[in-house]
């Protein structure tokens, strides 16, 4: 047998932070290996502990769940931990912060329990939580805060295929999404999507809608 997804649990609030522990430990292929309150705690412990994912929340004392998460998982870091960050709608505004910040995906505090399951497995075998109903809402409704980035489409080392796929991950599409869309076979849109994130040296689909924002390829 594998060993266990290694989980730390980072929420201000105790109940919460009890809650969500007992629903990871519950299961066989998960293991929560620390609990804290705040973000700089937060932080030390997924750096002793190396998890595979932290979950992390947004609204905490002496280090928020932002800066929390950019010094585990931003740009720069040597060994980053994939981190996977809980909200709640009332703090949208945040969300698209903390994935530019390196988090992994994004969940509202509301989901069901399966749900943030599906979450911290999907983040922890290297792959992006990106709700698309959730993602065109708070990507779209705060992309005019983004800062352009420099260039113009035709600096971007993409085929126009490729291009079109860059788009609708950024809609928030899912990969049997595009392909319906493009009537092509969900394996090839795989292809694509592993050769954007190649070419563009992007780490996973949350940086991807990030870069495509940044480049103007979605308004």
Do not use: W
Request: hydrophobic content about 45%.
């Amino acid at each position: 047998m594998s060993a266990p997804v290694r989980v730390v649990i980072c929420d201000d609030q105790a109940l919460i932070r009890t809650g969500l522990s007992t629903i990871v430990d519950a299961q066989p292929d998960l293991e929560v290996v620390g609990e804290c309150g705040d973000g700089r705690t937060g932080v030390d412990l997924a750096r002793a502990l190396r998890p595979d994912v932290v979950v992390m929340d947004i609204r905490m004392p002496v280090l928020d769940g932002l800066e929390a998460t950019r010094l585990l998982a931003g740009a720069g870091v040597e060994h980053p931990v994939k981190v996977l960050v809980v909200t709640t709608f009332n703090l949208d505004e945040y969300v698209y912060e903390a994935l530019r910040a390196g988090a992994s995906g994004f969940l509202l505090k509301d989901a069901p329990p399966d749900r943030l399951l599906h979450g911290i497995r999907t983040v922890a075998m290297g792959a992006a939580l990106l709700d698309p109903d959730v993602t065109r809402r708070l990507v779209g409704r705060y992309a005019a805060r983004i800062r352009p980035a420099e260039g113009t489409v035709r600096d971007i080392p993409l085929t126009p295929r490729e291009m079109e796929v860059l788009r609708l991950i950024a809609d928030g599409l899912s990969n049997s999404e595009i392909a319906a869309a493009l009537v092509i076979s969900p394996e090839t849109v795989k292809t694509f999507v592993s050769r954007i994130l190649t070419k563009l040296d992007l780490r996973d689909r949350v940086q991807a809608v990030v870069f495509a924002y940044r480049h103007g390829l979605v308004t």
